[in-house]
């Protein structure tokens, strides 16, 4: 039975999340007896003592542990010889930034497997962070466009919003919103900014997530067709409209062919985005859409520049990139920020970016890891999903092949390196790791 160690996450003094929860460990041991190591770390939500309390050794590094859990990147120095990695490793889609760590990870002959990937038949995540990630992106993109307008003169019921991770809950934090939302109904919003529009691109469990925390305000849910004269001719400020875009509404095919879900997947090259035409029409965009380098751009320098030529006192304020893809399908993601320093304002027209909520330009949030604003949340629905294939994990057999390891489908699926080689299955990352 091989042991089990859960790192102390160290990507910023914000990372106070973890992969198993004391009572999911305590399950975990007394089910296995296998024995499990926590990492000191002096910013874990859940405290040393209670990982004690379920079984666990207190231990000063990674050198206990044969499987070692993480959430975020291993820093590459860490990466020991012969051990198996559990953790979101940024790397399948081939990001320039995470090919170092994967490197590390084959010489050093160990496996590495990504939540990312742990799907069931249907390619259906199982192991994610998803919901917390759009509650608390939604949360932010409020607080800071309630700070980003009081800069410009314009005092709305947003300013009463803290950040994610000043609440004590996502429950505490809606009590507020439905708080704010009350204000909203009753005074209204500044007509300066009004009828408020969030556009949210996805309808995954991230976006379910924004949702979520919008719902606690007096919200109207309209389709893309109805935005141009909502935005033109409403001027409803007692409530906020929100509208969920799917792809059918953001690209087109480049032939006039009708749009087909599939193809577009199969295909993106063949397709090409329409979505500045609503660009004009949204005050604050969520972005929890999944989008890799294949797929078109959303939000482009030159739409934003094109939309500031051409207005005096343009609609779009805010972005709230939570998908979080350098210079992709948001553009003006230029970088990623941490929650000490969540925002920076882009200007469309130099496309320079100065860090804070003052200046002009669109405001962009662009927090890589949202969820750890909520931590007790968010950990303990993470490793709720993530538990019951642990024990999988532990008992496999790596001294064998990877289909005989006894690995679990959903596993073997997620498993990037094996004993210090890429599987079949990401093979295309060979070159890019060289």
């Given at each position: 039975?091989?042991?089990?160690?859960?790192?102390?996450?160290?990507?910023?003094?914000?990372?106070?999340?973890?992969?198993?929860?004391?009572?999911?460990?305590?399950?975990?041991?007394?089910?296995?007896?296998a024995q499990a190591y926590i990492e000191k770390s002096p910013k874990r939500f859940f405290k040393e003592e209670k990982y004690q309390e379920a079984?666990?050794?207190?231990?000063?590094?990674?050198?206990?542990?044969?499987?070692?859990?993480?959430?975020?990147?291993?820093?590459?120095?860490?990466?020991?010889?012969?051990?198996?990695?559990?953790?979101?490793?940024?790397?399948?889609?081939?990001?320039?930034?995470?090919?170092?760590?994967?490197?590390?990870?084959?010489?050093?002959?160990?496996?590495?497997?990504?939540?990312?990937?742990?799907?069931?038949?249907?390619?259906?995540?199982?192991?994610?962070?998803?919901?917390?990630?759009?509650?608390?992106?939604?949360?932010?993109?409020?607080?800071?466009?309630?700070?980003?307008?009081?800069?410009?003169?314009?005092?709305?019921?947003?300013?009463?919003?803290?950040?994610?991770?000043?609440?004590?809950?996502?429950?505490?934090?809606?009590?507020?919103?439905?708080?704010?939302?009350?204000?909203?109904?009753?005074?209204?919003?500044?007509?300066?900014?009004?009828?408020?529009?969030?556009?949210?691109?996805?309808?995954?469990?991230?976006?379910?997530?924004?949702?979520?925390?919008?719902?606690?305000?007096?919200?109207?849910?309209?389709?893309?067709?109805?935005?141009?004269?909502?935005?033109?001719?409403?001027?409803?400020?007692?409530?906020?409209?929100?509208?969920?875009?799917?792809?059918?509404?953001?690209?087109?095919?480049?032939?006039?062919?009708?749009?087909?879900?599939?193809?577009?997947?199969?295909?993106?090259?063949?397709?090409?985005?329409?979505?500045?035409?609503?660009?004009?029409?949204?005050?604050?965009?969520?972005?929890?859409?999944?989008?890799?380098?294949?797929?078109?751009?959303?939000?482009?320098?030159?739409?934003?520049?094109?939309?500031?030529?051409?207005?005096?006192?343009?609609?779009?304020?805010?972005?709230?990139?939570?998908?979080?893809?350098?210079?992709?399908?948001?553009?003006?993601?230029?970088?990623?920020?941490?929650?000490?320093?969540?925002?920076?304002?882009?200007?469309?027209?130099?496309?320079?970016?100065?860090?804070?909520?003052?200046?002009?330009?669109?405001?962009?949030?662009?927090?890589?890891?949202?969820?750890?604003?909520?931590?007790?949340?968010?950990?303990?629905?993470?490793?709720?999903?993530?538990?019951?294939?642990?024990?999988?994990?532990?008992?496999?057999?790596?001294?064998?092949?990877?289909?005989?390891?006894?690995?679990?489908?959903?596993?073997?699926?997620?498993?990037?390196?094996?004993?210090?080689?890429?599987?079949?299955?990401?093979?295309?990352?060979?070159?890019?790791?060289?």
């Amino acid at each position: 039975m091989k042991s089990l160690l859960i790192r102390a996450e160290d990507k910023n003094e914000w990372e106070r999340r973890s992969a198993i929860v004391p009572d999911d460990l305590k399950k975990i041991i007394d089910k296995t007896g296998a024995q499990a190591y926590i990492e000191k770390s002096p910013k874990r939500f859940f405290k040393e003592e209670k990982y004690q309390e379920a079984g666990a050794l207190l231990c000063e590094d990674m050198t206990s542990g044969d499987v070692i859990l993480g959430v975020k990147e291993i820093p590459e120095e860490k990466i020991l010889n012969n051990k198996t990695y559990i953790f979101f490793s940024h790397t399948i889609k081939g990001q320039k930034s995470g090919m170092p760590l994967l490197k590390k990870v084959i010489a050093s002959g160990s496996t590495l497997i990504d939540y990312e990937k742990i799907t069931d038949n249907k390619k259906r995540r199982l192991v994610y962070f998803g919901n917390f990630a759009g509650d608390a992106g939604a949360i932010d993109i409020l607080s800071l466009m309630g700070e980003y307008w009081e800069h410009k003169g314009i005092k709305t019921p947003f300013s009463e919003c803290k950040k994610a991770h000043e609440y004590k809950s996502v429950a505490d934090a809606k009590k507020n919103m439905k708080l704010i939302g009350e204000k909203i109904k009753k005074d209204g919003i500044s007509s300066k900014i009004s009828p408020v529009i969030i556009g949210i691109l996805g309808y995954g469990n991230v976006s379910k997530g924004a949702q979520s925390i919008l719902n606690n305000l007096p919200v109207e849910y309209i389709e893309p067709e109805a935005l141009k004269e909502i935005a033109e001719k409403n001027k409803d400020n007692n409530k906020i409209y929100v509208c969920v875009f799917k792809e059918k509404d953001i690209v087109k095919t480049k032939t006039g062919k009708s749009f087909n879900l599939q193809d577009y997947y199969e295909n993106p090259g063949n397709y090409s985005s329409v979505f500045e035409k609503y660009l004009p029409c949204v005050t604050i965009l969520i972005n929890a859409i999944y989008w890799e380098t294949r797929y078109p751009r959303f939000v482009t320098w030159d739409a934003l520049k094109k939309l500031y030529e051409t207005s005096e006192n343009p609609k779009l304020c805010g972005i709230a990139d939570i998908t979080c893809d350098l210079n992709g399908s948001i553009e003006c993601t230029v970088k990623s920020t941490d929650s000490g320093s969540p925002s920076f304002i882009c200007n469309p027209i130099d496309k320079t970016v100065t860090d804070g909520v003052k200046g002009d330009g669109v405001l962009v949030l662009a927090v890589d890891n949202l969820p750890c604003e909520v931590p007790k949340d968010s950990s303990t629905f993470f490793s709720s999903s993530l538990s019951p294939f642990i024990q999988n994990i532990l008992e496999a057999n790596y001294g064998s092949s990877l289909e005989e390891s006894g690995l679990c489908s959903e596993i073997k699926k997620a498993v990037i390196v094996y004993n210090g080689a890429l599987t079949q299955n990401y093979e295309y990352l060979k070159k890019l790791v060289e």
